[in-house]
């Protein structure tokens, strides 16, 4: 059954480490999207992608952060030079959507990084 | 469980139309709630937030307003515009910061 699964569930990393992050989108979705949830604030949007290609990659808070799609399918986020502010629960999120906005966004359980 | 329901879409309204997106629901404890939009070609986007009871979140000319006794958390405009054309999200967060969406209210405003 297929939902949207997301892994490692927890990881927790030293300041300055590089993470990865993966996504499996739910089958034949084509339109997946990362979120970032701190502690006590609302959801962040981001990148966005549709296919295997970002056309919103408006939401990346720095270039250590980076994200690729493969296959139409699994997705990465990496964070490079992890620093604390860092820490979050990083969401992905994926819908049928050739269109963003028109189809329901099928979450993932989450990821959540600590960087010590 | 914990849970939100939102009025299904899609919701068609004409311009400066008065609009009201109602959103319920079921948690433990005293959660923040949010109303996220998407508008078309966009990802999610925090539109307002409650984090108490009778705290009232406002932008962009929405409102919604926690009311803990009815658990809602409904959303209203006063004269809608076309450019308030997206997806509506309701949601909230437990203090386990897990946010649990509602399925998204479609609206279109038309001209």
């Known amino acids: ?116 | 469980g914990n849970s939100v329901t939102q009025m299904e879409g899609p919701v068609t309204l004409s311009e400066e139309a008065f609009l009201t997106i109602n959103c319920t629901y079921t948690a433990t404890g005293y959660p923040s709630l949010f109303w996220y939009v998407q508008y078309p070609g966009e990802g999610l986007q925090l539109l307002l937030k409650a984090t108490k009871a009778d705290d009232k979140g406002s932008n962009k000319g929405f409102e919604a307003t926690y009311r803990k006794e009815t658990t809602s958390f409904h959303l209203e405009k006063g004269s809608v515009q076309v450019s308030d054309s997206a997806v509506y999200f309701c949601a909230f967060m437990n203090r386990d910061d897990k946010i649990i969406f509602g399925k998204g209210t479609r609206l279109h405003i038309l001209p």
Not at chain 1, 5 to 12: D, E, L, R
Not at chain 1, 47 to 53: K, P, R
Not at chain 1, 83 to 111: M, N
Request: glycine share 12%; proline share 4%; hydrophobic share 30%.
């Open chain 1, 1 to 116: 059954g297929a939902g949207v699964s997301q892994s490692p569930s927890n990881k927790v990393t030293e300041k300055g480490k590089d993470v990865e992050l993966r996504c499996d989108p739910i089958s034949g979705h084509t339109a997946l999207y990362w979120y970032r949830q701190r502690l006590g604030q609302g959801l962040e949007f981001l990148i966005y992608f549709q296919g295997n290609s970002a056309p919103d990659k408006s939401g990346l808070p720095s270039d250590r952060f980076s994200a690729e799609r493969t296959g139409e399918s699994v997705s990465t986020l990496t964070i490079q030079r992890t620093q604390q502010e860092d820490s979050a629960v990083y969401l992905c999120a994926s819908s049928r959507g050739v269109l963003a906005g028109v189809d329901t966004q099928y979450f993932g359980p989450g990821t959540r990084l600590t960087v010590l």
